[in-house]
């Protein structure tokens, strides 16, 4: 591996040489997350006796509160940690939730004891029932410290103004993504099978023990890193701006965008990668950074009072999040179809012949395997093949910009909603050529293996579409709120699984009739009309993809000013020059 050498022969920080490092955190912890979330169920019920409703209700709050720890972790980060600390620290908060877990798994007096015959089972007491509780909020917690924190901290060891290591970032993000499905593709196969066949002892205990490791090299690779300093609270700068403008609401804007203010020396720790440029665009933010009368008298060196001014620089912060809002919105409903793979794509499958031989099926639930492949097969085609051509073509380093990447994603997803209408059909027809249409438990002679195409479509989405939004958040975000922005990445996944609930939820309701009949029947899907629900969803994609069309369209890329370093072949008088750096 070639060494990045700075000015005085000593190894520069950063690099591919942190990477393994920095993925053996993040394989650790999605093999812990999914390994047991995937059979979460299973243990709730088999192992603690939980009613099937409080197991259900018991997911659904880990999951609302999974979803909002990624926003704290990404605020500490930013804010006063840093990214390496906030990952140690949350990592050693998961291991002991882990920790705790795999114990009540273990020991006999942690869980209540076995059914015998046709006994009612003792259901877990409140003492055992807490241990769970404190287990699972604990690895919560520290989910959402290293969630957000990895993609980010693993970007920051390229440097983005260095030519050399600038394609490097962009080749992560793929193989992020790569490393993460190959470990989640572990856990529902492997992890999976020794939780129902070994014991959950060690179905648990195995991922405590790779997490353990995974943070003691994670720290011992601490004088590898590039690590960035934080900056102070993103989201209170971000307030400044907006109450600075709001005050200055009623003076006049100044005739020309040189005249705001500026302060490099203020600005230095939020802006190491380059200052933000000013835009044209939503002017009323401009007015936070009017210098009235009273500040021009400011002495040299002197920090304003920046609850009434700001710098060109901050106030390009804020615009720069507004303008990723409607972009981020648009991920949603990918999320929303992408969920339909564990609901009504999973019942599809256990209706459908599942037999490889005679004496082996296939678990419906293992369908999302092909998806994964997908996933995975795209991400190192893309990897390998698709960028180095698309090169030759764009100019663009990484092949393609994120924005048209995420529209293919998009494109792909409809495709691949449609098909699961037309499946649909197939399937019911073969129900009713059978005789089975009014046998919901009776297996329809026809192979589960037509279900493959909708399954793999959603993994070449994911492929496009997660990867270019992950993508978009970390080159878009302010420099110093790059894990706060990767935190909506995550947020965008929860809001897309709550959308689906919601749109089930509706279904169900505004199609039910007086004869009971119902587009997603409780009873009987086959009864139903789950194709109608498919192709719903695929009118929305497209209304969907048309605004995001639209969002791309008027998108504008966040522009840098960067100094020109030495070195670089300019001349003396060069030097101080600066470059519009759009990165697209």
């Not at 005249?259 to 490099?264: A, K």
């Not at 990897?383 to 792909?412: E, K, T």
């Not at 194709?531 to 369209?553: G, R």
Request: aromatic fraction near 12%; charged fraction near 15%.
């Amino acid at each position: 591996m070639e060494e990045i050498k700075g000015s005085h022969g000593r190894r520069r920080k950063g690099g591919l040489v942190t990477m393994p490092f920095i993925f053996a955190n993040e394989v650790t912890e999605k093999l812990a997350v999914v390994g047991f979330s995937t059979n979460m169920i299973s243990y709730l019920t088999s192992e603690l006796h939980m009613p099937l409703t409080k197991a259900a209700n018991t997911l659904t709050n880990l999951g609302g509160t999974a979803s909002l720890t990624p926003l704290i972790g990404a605020f500490i980060a930013d804010s006063y940690a840093g990214r390496f600390w906030t990952i140690t620290v949350a990592s050693i908060i998961y291991q002991i939730g882990m920790i705790s877990l795999t114990l009540s798994a273990v020991l006999p007096q942690l869980r209540p004891p076995p059914c015998k015959g046709d006994e009612v089972c003792k259901e877990a007491d409140a003492g055992q029932v807490a241990i769970l509780y404190v287990s699972l909020l604990l690895g919560a917690l520290g989910s959402g410290g290293i969630r957000p924190c990895v993609v980010a901290f693993g970007a920051d060891q390229f440097d983005e103004t260095d030519p050399k290591q600038n394609t490097k970032t962009w080749t992560y993000f793929n193989w992020y993504y790569f490393v993460m499905g190959v470990s989640i593709l572990v856990a529902v196969t492997v992890l999976v099978y020794i939780q129902d066949n070994i014991g959950w002892g060690w179905g648990l205990g195995i991922p405590t023990i790779f997490m353990f490791m995974s943070i003691i090299s994670f720290i011992f690779g601490y004088p590898l890193y590039r690590n960035l300093d934080p900056a102070g609270s993103p989201f209170t700068r971000l307030v400044q701006v907006l109450v600075a403008a709001c005050r200055k609401r009623n003076l006049p804007m100044v005739s020309d965008p040189k005249l705001l203010y500026q302060n490099d020396e203020l600005d230095a720790s939020i802006s190491m990668g380059g200052k933000l440029f000013h835009t044209k665009q939503m002017k009323f933010f401009d007015k936070a950074a009017i210098v009235t009368e009273e500040e021009k008298h400011l002495k040299s060196g002197q920090t304003p009072n920046l609850w009434r001014l700001n710098t060109v620089h901050r106030v390009e912060e804020l615009k720069s999040v507004i303008r990723m809002g409607p972009i981020w919105a648009a991920g949603i409903l990918l999320i929303t179809a992408y969920a339909q793979q564990n609901t009504f794509s999973l019942l599809q499958a256990k209706t459908m012949n599942r037999h490889l031989t005679k004496s082996f099926q296939i678990p419906a639930a293992s369908m999302s395997v092909f998806t994964m492949l997908a996933m995975l097969s795209t991400i190192a085609f893309y990897d390998r093949v698709f960028v180095p051509v698309a090169r030759r073509f764009s100019g663009l380093d990484r092949g393609i910009s994120f924005l048209l990447r995420m529209g293919i994603g998009f494109v792909i997803s409809i495709l691949a909603t449609l098909v699961a209408g037309f499946m649909e059909v197939k399937r019911k027809n073969a129900a009713l050529a059978h005789g089975l249409i009014d046998h919901p438990h009776s297996t329809i002679p026809i192979s589960v293996f037509w279900l493959v195409p909708q399954y793999s479509l959603h993994g070449v989405a994911e492929a496009f579409m997660s990867i270019g939004h992950l993508e978009f958040f970390y080159d878009q975000a302010p420099e110093s709120m790059r894990s706060s922005a990767t935190a909506l990445f995550w947020l965008s996944i929860s809001f897309g699984n709550y959308l689906s609930s919601l749109l089930v939820s509706m279904v169900h309701k505004f199609t039910a009739k007086p004869d009971g009949s119902n587009w997603l029947r409780n009873d009987n899907i086959s009864k139903g009309k789950l194709e109608y629900f498919y192709w719903l969803l695929t009118l929305l994609q497209v209304a969907n993809f048309i605004y995001y069309l639209c969002c791309a369209k008027l998108y504008t890329y966040k522009p840098l000013e960067i100094p020109k370093k030495e070195g670089t072949g300019s001349s003396e008088e060069d030097h101080g020059v600066v470059e519009l750096a759009d990165r697209v």
